[in-house]
């Protein structure tokens, strides 16, 4: 009860947050606990606490530090042979403080709760990298690199909390004694690999470009049969102006590569132990006890991609113009998903790891960048890019669908597209939802009496015929959840010690369900959007024609919680000015006499304008295809100094 | 100068090569990725010593008390759930928010939370049971344990295996008399330990079992359990007697079941074991309180089991009876019920507090003037016990057996009417003025009418009543006639909990016909994904 979007789209707009004669100051209803209900005759639907006393009061933070340490020892052992080993170290601690204040919010059902988090990640990298380059008489260049990396990350954590607080001065950390009941937890997991790999670069005069490449790696989260993969690449380059019969276009065309590259990479995150059968901690009240936790996989082998791709660079007038193009096509294969199991097997999870499907996603990138204007102190660069981007579920396993509330993913289609039923409007004559069947039948879901029945436009009040929605058989796929183009566009214009830059970004293809859309006309005693005021009233205030009747509490049933329906998925495009920026050099001597090397001096907005016909406050504040109650961006305005010493 | 050239480039060789020996060495160190978990049990090694056998034996109560709810634990099947399903399919209580709306509206799709995971939860339950089966049979044949031990966990086992998979029927099956032999659809009874691919390939291909064949396998595992299990003195006094699985408890289900199925005979055998000159007499006695069963729900004299809750291990805030039922009071006892004039005004089980944190022996709990249960008490520790079954209802199933078997329109059984009064006459006011005595009723099928409603006054808010529902489908003098009409979900005003008339207003949910699909739970949606053969024995109409 303590999310903030959760309970801003919900507080009632005629009820004060302060109240003078309330012992905390905070207007608040103690039987039942929740935000108080001042002149209104109800208590707030859906259980709301005070949510400015919840912030005002409860703390939830956690403080990172991380250590990043690169050491290294390089020797030539020869004139073109070089070896270097060197040791990495990525860790971090994060200490982690929770409290619930036990008067009001989601404390007091515990009276009170103070939690501290300990998390400790470490990683080590070493790497042994031989490297052999040698030019042969003066147009063959030679570079064979080598190397033996090995990787280990380890992670522990545990937690103490402690409920029932003795008084609320003690919410600073968890303090001896002063808790009624306490628990603690924790756990520990490691990973690692083991790579060799060997890379040959060969070309000829900068001309022709030929490599090749193979790993050899072994990780811990496969079965001893299955550990280690061989993943081989290659790559061609052609710098085509470099060849005599293009001397005659140089002017035009300065500079063009041709270019065309494979390659197979195995993917390495696919969990610490995902293959092996476990007994995990499973207790009974204060009983200690063990159960089956996850079922194992003995068969569990490499999720490789390969990807191929082909493209040109081409720079025009002397580098004035530039314009490169991409083709790319990823497969992967043997992709490693949680393959579901019937329920009713009681397998943990209801999953197993397994590699069960093919998936592909494949593009066309397209960049350019232009010197519009360079004429002395003045010049004016744009570049932009767009990328057309596709990705289709090529095979699953039993070509079984794997199902959530409002995606789906399916063999043809993009993975985790949104699925739902068709909402087609409301029923003029009595204000019911009315929806699409995949047969092509409308059928109108009966407010009264939570039933749907056959739909007859020449009749509309009839309500003979029942029928149903069914989730098995009438909802449809809508669309991608994933965006299909997107790209930006940049402008920087530099006049003397001037600088002006606007960039954009765009996206769009994509579908989003608008889920923090569909309770902003929840049908509990809690506020709501704008969008209510479009309700269907009677036949002769039909209303928008979209929005159904009112049915106190009825928003299971008339906004169909529990699942997408096209009254609330909308298209996810977008045009965004990103950052807006300006800024001023100062000369440079003047800037010395001072003792430094540079100094600008700079004013940056981001995220100052969007064009959209997305209805909620930003299409890109969905995770996995769904907006729901995402804390929105902000706008930030920056104004700074770089300096240079 | 040559000569320091050449020792210079010598030493520097010489200093690499040692580090180079000894970074090879490091890195090539086949331990990095030959790595093994400390936070879990390989499942090679579960069953391999006494200790772990035991763990293994709560890791099972744990999936009875606690199962998943979309990543968290929650109260299903044992924990809660059963009370929380059960109440709001019913008309006793009235549900206010939209916590268990669907349920209470009969709104429920395939794809409706409660409903998946009840499914779900159940067979997580079954599966652990079946492995314990399995675990602790290898263990005493690799001499771990004593053969006496694993049939003492093996009793454990079967009991949960045996009412879980019972519950299920009640949920997702037609009751046992819709055909006359029974051979309708039931659920598929599950006795396999599913822990590696294979087993997995034969599960997928079981279909449901009819309903008797889930009937008799249940009552099977019982009398199996019943053998195997210790007995209530066995396990000690006190809570253990109550939170762990005896051979009472494996009778008293025993009741239960026969009563569904609608075999008098069988009910009077296993309940008449508690009685005096039985088995098991003297286990069990009835306090003088109707409270105490609840205030002390670990140490009272009549649960025979009971789900034990601890608290830093209990449903947790969103399904703890403590939490739903009192603290949030998201379900208050419906004026149906209230109103009630069988439900005497003075009755111990109307005893009413307004305290809201200390437990007190109090049955009820008014809150601005609506009317909730208060035998679920501790909203800081969420500590009560979850009731699956006690003395009350095993003589209340017999008083209700030796009525059915004696002449419907003959003098009230003299049996039938004890048992009745046994249970009724602690929580009356004054027994002496307002028992019941057999001049108070016509023949023996008034006498049911009484068993019946004081079933549902005993037994509000425990999750008895939805099960009570479908097995009277097939009553021939009270048949209930699919899901009855309720009040409208929401706050009702408090006026409608004024005693003295039988309440006669609104009833917002309609009543939904026997025939009516929706008399039946769905199968899942993510389980007719999974199962093609499931998928084809969906309930018809989902």
Partial sequence: ?645 | MKKMKKYTIQGRKLFIIPVLIFTLIISSCEDVIDLKPYSSIDENSAFSTASLVQLSVMGMYQAAQRGDYNGNLRGYPWGSAFVQQGDNRGEDVVNIFTFYQLTYTNTYDPTTANNVWWWSDSYRLINRTNIVLKGVQTAADNGIITQAVADQYKGEALLFRAITHFELLIHFARPYKHTADASHQGVPYRETAYTNQTALDEGIAQGRNTVAECYQKVLADLDQAEQYLPTRTDRGAGKPGIVRATKQAAAAFKTRVYLHKYDWANVITEASKFLAGGVYAGSYSLPADPGTTFLNCYTNSESIFSIENSGTNNPGVNAALASQYKRRILVCISPIIWRDPAWLTDDKRRSTTTETTTPTIHMIYNSAGRIYTNKYKDVTNYTDGSPLIRYAEVLLNLSEAYCRTATPAAAPDANALAYLNMVRDRSLATPASQAYTAADFADNVALLGAILKERRIEFVMEGRRWPDIHRLQFCPYYPTNGIPAKLSNGLPAASNFTLGTPYTGALGVTAIPYSDYRFLWPIPRVETDANPTLAAQQNPGW
């Fill in chain 1, 1 to 645: 009860m303590s999310g903030n979007i959760f309970s801003a789209i919900r507080q009632h707009p005629n009820v004060p947050v302060y109240d003078p004669s309330d012992p905390t100051g905070y207007n608040i209803d103690t039987n039942p606990d929740y935000v108080g209900r001042w002149n209104n005759l109800q208590s707030i639907g859906d259980n709301l606490p005070n949510i400015i006393y919840v912030i005002d009061h409860n703390v939830f933070n956690s403080r990172i530090l991380r250590t990043l340490g690169n050491l290294y020892a390089q020797i030539k052992l020869l004139p073109s042979l070089s070896f270097k080993t060197q040791l990495g170290i990525d860790g971090s601690k994060t200490d982690g403080f929770l409290y619930y204040n036990a008067a009001h919010g989601d404390g007091k059902s515990v009276n009170g709760r103070v939690q501290n988090n300990f998390s400790n990640n470490l990683r080590w990298n070493l790497q042994n990298i031989v490297t052999f380059s040698k030019a042969i008489a003066g147009s063959h260049n030679i570079l064979v690199t080598l190397v033996q990396e090995s990787q280990f990350t380890k992670n522990n954590n545990f937690s103490a909390v402690g409920t029932d607080l003795s008084n609320e001065f003690f919410n600073k950390n968890i303090i001896s004694g002063t808790v009624g009941t306490m628990s603690v937890g924790g756990g520990m997991s490691e990973n690692g690999f083991i790579s060799y790999a060997g890379r040959l670069n060969y070309n000829f005069k900068g001309k022709y470009y030929v490599q090749g490449s193979l790993r050899y790696d072994g990780i811990s989260a496969l079965p001893d049969a299955n550990k280690w993969g061989l993943f081989p690449g290659g790559s061609l380059g052609w710098t085509v102006t470099k060849e005599p019969f293009m001397s005659g276009v140089l002017d035009i065309l300065s500079d063009l590569k041709i270019r065309t590259s494979y390659a197979q990479v195995g993917n390495t995150s696919i969990g610490n132990y995902p293959y092996l059968g476990l007994y995990g901690s499973a207790k009974y009240s204060d009983y200690n006890g063990i159960a089956f936790s996850q079922i194992g996989n003995d068969q569990l082998q490499w999720e490789t991609s390969k990807k191929f791709d082909v493209g040109f660079d081409a720079l025009f007038f002397d580098g004035k113009y530039k314009f490169s193009f991409d083709y790319y096509i990823n497969n992967q294969d043997g992709l490693i998903l949680a393959a579901p199991i019937p329920n009713s097997l009681g397998v943990p999870g209801n999953s197993i790891d397994k590699n069960i499907g093919q998936l592909k996603n494949w593009g066309y990138e397209f960049s350019g960048e232009a010197y519009i204007l360079r004429k002395g102190d003045l010049s004016w660069q744009v570049d932009a890019n767009i990328t057309f981007a596709r990705n289709e579920v090529v095979s699953l396993v039993n070509h079984q669908d794997i199902t959530a509330v409002n995606t789906i993913i399916r063999e043809g289609e993009s993975i985790s597209s949104i699925y739902g039923y068709e909402y087609i409007g409301v029923n003029a004559a009595n204000g019911n939802p009315l929806y699409q069947k995949a047969d092509g039948t409308v059928i109108q879901g009966n407010i009264p009496n939570s039933t749907y029945y056959v739909y007859d436009e020449a009749n509309p009040t009839t309500l003979t015929t029942t029928s149903s929605l069914s989730s098995t058989l009438d909802k449809k796929v809508f669309g991608p959840s994933l965006p299909t183009f997107f790209g930006g566009i940049n402008s920087r214009v530099n006049y003397k010690g001037f600088d002006f830059s606007v960039m954009f970004r765009y996206s769009g293809g994509n579908y989003v369900m608008n889920s923090t859309r569909r309770d902003l006309v929840n049908m509990n005693f809690v506020n709501n959007g704008k969008e209510i005021l479009g309700r269907w009233q009677s036949v002769d205030e039909p209303g928008d024609g979209w929005t159904p009747r009112l049915w106190f509490a009825g928003s299971t049933f008339v906004n169909l919680t529990g699942h997408a329906t096209s009254r609330f998925i909308e298209k996810g495009d977008f045009l965004k000015l990103q950052t807006l920026t300006f800024g001023y050099t100062l000369p440079a001597d003047l800037v010395r006499k001072a003792g430094l090397s540079s100094l600008r001096i700079f004013a940056q907005g981001q995220d100052i304008l969007m064009l959209t016909k997305y209805t909620g406050i930003d299409p890109e504040m969905e995770s996995g295809g769904v907006d729901l109650n995402g804390t929105p961006r902000q706008k930030v305005i920056t104004f700074g100094i770089n300096l240079g010493l």
